[in-house]
């Protein structure tokens, strides 16, 4: 039983029971029960709502990950207990969610040490953990990571894994193929018929298959960046007090955003001031103040207070007209838009007198935090500072600049001549004359035939006048085109109209001769090339795998034979089926017939 | 349906094909002079459809491709047939211009003891370059009003009694490309022999009606039901085609038809065997490619021809790929 962090007395539809909070989770088990009934991990809690504070009903609303209803609590004991123990889960809750929310992007370096809430500002570990001087669940990093969210934990680890060659091992290979198959039913489909059903092995399958999985693992291993958030802790008050829940994820990224105040921390922790004591400070100094996110600070200007210590470090408000820190790169002439401004001053545009820098003082310190902020985003994303480069003065640079390839004509380029050969046997097609078609049947005289021609061209007025078709023959002949015609239309007009049932198996037995078909050619035909081939077959291999397939494909007439027969049970014409698998057969028959010529042939004379 | 339409009928004029066509009993057959009567008809009958309707008719002849009539060119009226009271006259000329022009050019076949193939091709490309002149000339003077290009509703009519000529597969399928272009559509009848795999792509491809006739003796009535409509009508009228078409294509190096064949990746020419360098743009392939692409083809011997004994594929991909036979 894992220690438990808090507990109270609580109902959860209307049923009386206990609500804890376990190390790893949410638990509820009904009054009587031992077995909680309800049971949620860590990982999956997402939100967190409750009744107001002056309701009747003390409740806790705690929302999943997948699921937004999630469960509802009312707390049942006496208002005033209630009220202190829903606070106490809902600090605790708080702090899951926000580690659970910190997580989603991945941070893995970051050691998640263990959390605490306290009421008001409060110490917190930092990002080195170490037993705490007070009360509080002592330092746990292991359970904590085994607690991060399953998903998120295993593809951070294929995140390494998969940078390198992807489907090298066999557990990632699987991982990649379930995903695979996830994101495509038709293919799932197929494999459960194939696979499932014993017909070809999973490695078979997936031959030929590789580029799926090669995607996805390409898919996979793009890493996801830091979150673009500005880090902005926010108080929350209850019953006039206010609280700022410190997580070593935020303090971490408030040490990274302000390194003003990783510095007073340095300075002043444990020296002068505790760790508890230093929060606690920090949230009610000017200097806090001065890195709100927002300009809205009514609910904390009344608790600013000087601090002899924190006041040391607050820098001067930034709202000049220059900002304070100025970028360091130099701007490209190319795209400075101040570095033509004087250039057309008697023709130019009128200044814009609307728009001017710092007309409102009091967004100026925001604007620039955001544009740092942003700044240092883009530099992590770039793995560091971005890179001065120092250019070259030299015009030819600039020039080459200027010298995009799109303003290139590309008429000088005329591409590659057809240079063909021979060209004069492209038009005489008649120096070759096969005998494949003359060959076959009587043998005519020329002379004689000539002979003939003459004649017919002879009176042909007298016969012209005299013409009369047959009228069978005109019969039969209007009958056939009709029906040529009628066949058409039918096939145009007629609905689908096969039962369900015998439909599916139609489509399984096409499917699955389709699949065998391929790996079939595939087993015989070499790869398409050599280089992406992952797992070269021996021919041996090869020769065995294609004398399976065969064997399949050898019953693919008997599994038609059945359909055929079962068609006039389910009420449909037996001819319908046959022309709709004839081609299906019809490819099956080609591969049969390759398969005895070609073992005729290798058993054949040396 | 008020635009005209013109017609460009290509007779096959082989005299041997003509002469077992005449013979043969099983299928039935159908003589050369029971053909022209009812072609006549069906000359006069596409006149009859529209006055604007045009015609023009080329001889496929051994090894000649010649223009027998058209709407446009001299009317070669010899005045010799004495006037038809039953026959009106526009037709009476068409028929004397066709026949006797026909007559006229196997005359000059006296002498000629082997036959040569007959010039289908030839005909193809003169009726698409005719086609093309009356469609781009009929544009250009404004005082004709409606009768623009596009009110022109071309088509091209191949009568066939010959078996494919594999060697003129490429001006064939040139040919079919050329008429997609201009939309001319080529209906094709097959009076006698074998299915005509050219063919048949041809009407496919250009979205004509293949028709093979089974009862030659009512000629007139397939030509009738199949091949006056006009393309633009067909939309109505349903003419019957076929449904199975075979897309095989020749090969350049022995104009083979084969199933599978080897495309050059620079120049899409098709061969029979893989081939070191290609002989219509000298594309020269790396010799790895040869060797497995040889690999992949154990019954290219046994299926090419089977009644030779095949050497074991193993055999054969040791020794060096057969040179390309140059022909012509």
């Known amino acids: 039983m894992p220690s438990i962090v808090c507990s109270a007395q609580a109902s959860y539809k209307k049923l009386p029971g206990l609500l804890e909070l376990t190390e790893s989770h949410l638990q509820w088990t009904k009054a009587g029960d031992k077995v909680p009934s309800v049971k949620v991990a860590h990982s999956e809690a997402a939100s967190l709502s409750r009744s107001k504070v002056g309701a009747a009903q003390v409740r806790l609303k705690v929302g999943l990950v997948n699921d937004e209803t999630g469960h509802n609590f009312t707390f049942t004991s006496p208002q005033a207990v209630a009220l202190a123990e829903r606070e106490k889960f809902e600090a605790e809750l708080t702090n899951i969610i926000a580690r659970n929310r910190a997580n989603a992007p991945v941070t893995p370096q970051l050691p998640s040490g263990p959390t605490i809430a306290v009421p008001t500002p409060s110490p917190a570990t930092p990002s080195t953990p170490r037993p705490l001087p007070h009360g509080g669940t002592p330092a746990r990093p292991t359970p904590h990571l085994s607690r991060a969210p399953p998903s998120r934990a295993a593809s951070v680890a294929s995140d390494s894994r998969t940078s390198g060659t992807p489907v090298s091992d066999p557990t990632s290979d699987f991982r990649l193929r379930k995903k695979v198959l996830l994101s495509n039913p038709e293919l799932a489909q197929l494999h459960r018929e194939l696979v499932m059903g014993g017909h070809i092995s999973e490695n078979e399958f997936w031959e030929g298959r590789e580029h799926l999985l090669l995607a996805q693992a390409a898919a996979e291993s793009q890493k996801k960046g830091k979150p673009g958030q500005l880090v902005d802790p926010r108080p929350q008050t209850v019953d006039g007090e206010i609280k700022i829940v410190i997580t070593p994820q935020l303090v971490h990224d408030i040490f990274e955003e302000f390194p003003i105040v990783a510095k007073a921390y340095n300075d002043n922790v444990p020296g002068k001031l505790s760790e508890e004591q230093f929060w606690s400070r920090y949230f009610q100094s000017k200097l806090f103040n001065s890195h709100r996110a927002s300009i809205r600070s009514s609910a904390a200007q009344h608790v600013v207070k000087d601090d002899p210590i924190f006041d040391e470090y607050l820098e001067k408000e930034d709202d000049d007209i220059e900002p304070r820190r100025l970028r360091e790169e130099r701007v490209d002439t190319f795209i400075d838009l101040a570095a033509t401004s004087v250039d057309h001053e008697e023709t130019g545009n009128e200044k814009d007198v609307t728009m001017q820098a710092g007309k409102q003082k009091a967004v100026l310190p925001l604007i620039r935090k955001f544009n740092e902020h942003s700044t240092r985003l883009l530099d992590t994303a770039l793995g560091g500072p971005a890179v001065k480069r120092r250019r070259t003065e030299s015009g030819d640079e600039r020039l080459a600049q200027l010298d995009l390839e799109d303003l290139h004509d590309n008429q000088t380029s005329t591409g590659i001549l057809l240079d063909m050969q021979d060209r004069q046997r492209y038009f005489d097609g008649r120096a070759v004359v096969t005998g494949d078609g003359a060959a076959a049947g009587p043998k005519v005289d020329f002379r004689e035939a000539l002979q003939q021609v003459k004649s017919s061209t002879q009176d042909w007025s007298a016969r012209l006048a005299q013409l009369k078709i047959d009228k069978k023959a005109g019969d039969a002949a209007l009958v056939s085109m009709t029906q040529n015609v009628a066949s058409r239309l039918d096939v145009k007009m007629r609905k689908h109209d096969l039962p369900e049932g015998l439909f599916r198996q139609m489509t399984t037995c096409q499917t699955a001769a389709n699949e065998f078909l391929r790996q079939f050619w595939l087993a015989i035909y070499p790869p398409p090339s050599e280089a992406q081939m992952l797992t070269v077959a021996t021919p041996a291999q090869k020769a065995a795998k294609a004398a399976k397939m065969i064997a399949y494909l050898g019953k693919t007439h008997e599994k038609v034979e059945a359909l055929v027969r079962t068609a006039p049970q389910e009420g449909v014409d037996p001819a319908r089926i046959k022309v709709a698998m004839k081609p299906v057969l019809d490819a099956v028959d080609k591969a049969l017939e390759y398969w005895r010529l070609k073992n005729a042939n290798t058993k054949g004379p040396r | 349906m008020d635009k005209p339409s013109h017609l460009s009928v290509i007779l096959d004029l082989s005299p041997t094909q003509w002469a077992l066509c005449a013979q043969s009993t099983n299928p039935p057959g159908i003589s050369l002079q029971a053909f022209l009567s009812q072609l006549l008809a069906f000359f006069n009958a596409h006149i009859a459809c529209k006055d604007e309707n045009t015609l023009a008719v080329f001889g496929a002849l051994p090894g000649q491709s010649v223009l027998l009539y058209s709407s446009t060119g001299e009317v070669v009226a010899k005045d010799t047939e004495p006037t038809d009271p039953n026959t009106y006259r526009p037709f009476k000329t068409l028929d004397a211009t066709v026949m006797n022009s026909l007559a006229e050019h196997i005359a000059s076949f006296d002498g000629v003891s082997e036959e040569a193939p007959i010039g289908l091709v030839g005909c193809l490309t ?85 028709v093979q006739v089974e009862k030659p003796d009512a000629l007139l009535q397939y030509m009738m039901m199949s091949f006056l409509p006009p393309p633009a009508l067909r939309q109505l009228i349903s003419v019957p085609t076929q449904d199975r078409v075979d897309f095989r294509a020749a090969c350049f190096c022995h104009k083979r038809i084969v199933e599978i064949g080897f495309v050059c990746s620079v120049c899409l020419s098709i061969f029979c065997q893989p081939v070191p360098v290609c002989s219509t743009c000298r594309t020269k392939f790396p010799i790895k490619t040869l060797q497995r692409l040889n690999a992949s083809r154990p019954l290219a011997i046994s299926a090419s021809t089977p009644g030779t004994p095949a050497r074991p594929p193993a055999q054969r991909n040791g020794t060096a790929t057969p040179a390309t036979p140059r022909p012509g």
């Not at chain 2, 005719?130 to 005082?143: E, G």
């Not at chain 2, 009003?145 to 399928?173: F, H, K, N």
């Open chain 2, 126 to 210: 003169k009726a698409l370059c005719y086609i093309n002149r009356v469609t781009s000339n009929s544009s250009t003077p404004s005082s004709e009003g409606e009768g623009s290009a596009a009110s022109v509703d071309p088509r091209i009519l191949v009568l066939s009694v010959s078996p494919d000529q594999s060697s003129t597969y490429i001006p064939i399928m040139n040919s079919i490309f050329s008429a997609q272009k201009l939309r001319v559509t080529i209906d094709v009848c097959k009076i006698y022999g074998a299915e005509n795999v050219f063919l048949q792509q041809a009407a496919h491809l250009t979205g004509g009606a293949y």
